[in-house]
């Protein structure tokens, strides 16, 4: 049975909805639950430092939200709160300039050191084939691997430390009751289910807003010790995670990639400022801080896939390449299957060696061997 929040967390969870993190934590340790349900506008201004146009809108929207709603919900999505301040409350993310006041938390928050892998929502075939490889060696050496549940690097990033049965923490822009991508749902529950965790500062029935996702990014490079970044155009809003875990104080990483490709633009730019480069696990761990205990995990390896015969999945979708080259867009028109199955296929059917990539980032059959 989950037990009822306290005043403070309901007040937290008021405040959450439209206040500023550092403005809510203010009036939170200045006021308390008790001062907060008589402050009027005078005592938000006063205690926040902010002016009363300012402080109205915010208290409107923490008295107008419907807290018992949102504690229901809560209940039924197996979400729980960690305000900023309690003990489970990660001690990396605190340490930023605007910590979260609340964090909506799926599953466990494990001790393992947290390493983010970001990147682009369009990978290569190569910056799939990368971030698997990185993240899937670091979740095996013991690291929890942190990112944003999106299309692409995430994903991959995601994927390889489930396969390696490392945590990983996946970091939403919504609430938790609308996880986006819509068709990442099932992966979100693998994550939760293999002692991961899925988390948000977003009251739980917030739905995708431009906006949102610049902010999911500082939580993102807040909560760990370095940020990779894999493949990415030079405007990539992975370049922001990079600059705010450069402003966080925390290892930047680049994973170079081919000369002539403009998903090696955002790398590339994060090379030449002075990131660490990264092709190897030893890189990453070459990164992180002294002291930081790892315990490897003994997963067994695969075979070499090279010549093994595909799936019955794996040859539907070979069997709609044809003779043609495709993109992955197509093949997931053609196939009915979501991006990231489609992904995992082909990456599946690379490592085998029956499909490549060739240019226009399509993919076409080998000859038979």
């Not at 008021?14 to 006021?31: G, I, K, Q, Y």
């Not at 349900?37 to 915010?58: I, K, L, M, Q």
């Not at 590339?268 to 002291?291: F, K, N, Q, S, Y």
Request: proline share 8%; glycine share 8%.
């Amino acid at each position: 049975m989950s037990v009822p929040w306290t005043p403070r967390q309901r007040w937290a969870v008021r405040l959450n909805v439209d206040t500023p993190p550092r403005r809510a934590w203010d009036l939170l340790e200045t006021l308390g639950p008790e001062g907060l349900d008589h402050a009027v506008d005078v005592d938000w201004a006063r205690v926040s430092a902010a002016t009363f146009e300012d402080v109205a809108p915010w208290r409107r929207a923490a008295l107008a939200f419907d807290v018992a709603a949102e504690e229901l919900l809560a209940v039924e999505l197996g979400a729980r709160l960690i305000l900023r301040g309690d003990p489970e409350y990660p001690d990396l993310l605190a340490s930023i300039h605007d910590p979260p006041l609340v964090l909506y938390v799926q599953g466990c928050l494990g001790s393992c050191p947290p390493v983010a892998f970001v990147g682009t929502r369009v990978p290569t075939p190569y910056g799939r084939r990368m971030v698997r490889r990185l993240a899937g060696d670091a979740s095996r050496r013991g690291l929890t691997i942190v990112s944003g549940l999106a299309r692409g690097i995430d994903a991959e990033a995601h994927l390889a430390a489930l396969d390696a049965k490392g945590p990983t923490w996946a970091v939403l822009g919504t609430g938790l009751g609308h996880v986006y991508p819509a068709e990442h749902g099932a992966m979100a529950r693998r994550i939760v289910a293999a002692g991961g965790a899925v988390i948000s500062e977003r009251p739980l029935e917030t739905r995708p807003l431009p906006e949102l996702f610049p902010r999911r990014n500082r939580i993102v490079a807040g909560l760990s010790w370095a940020v990779a970044v894999v493949e990415g155009r030079h405007k990539s809003g992975s370049l922001i995670t990079a600059r705010l875990a450069a402003e966080y104080g925390r290892e930047v990483l680049a994973v170079p990639g081919p000369a002539d490709s403009v998903m090696s633009e955002a790398p590339h730019r994060l090379l030449a400022a002075g990131a660490r480069l990264t092709a190897t696990v030893d890189d990453i761990l070459a990164a992180l801080p002294e002291g930081q205990i790892l315990e490897a995990r003994l997963v067994p390896m695969a075979a070499p896939a090279a010549f093994a015969a595909p799936t019955e999945e794996e040859a539907a979708v070979m069997a709609l390449l044809g003779a043609d080259a495709l993109s992955l867009d197509e093949l997931v028109q053609l196939s009915g299957l979501d991006t990231t199955r489609i992904s995992s296929i082909m990456f599946g059917l690379e490592l085998k060696e029956r499909v490549s990539s060739v240019p226009g980032q399509r993919y076409a059959q080998k000859e038979a061997r």
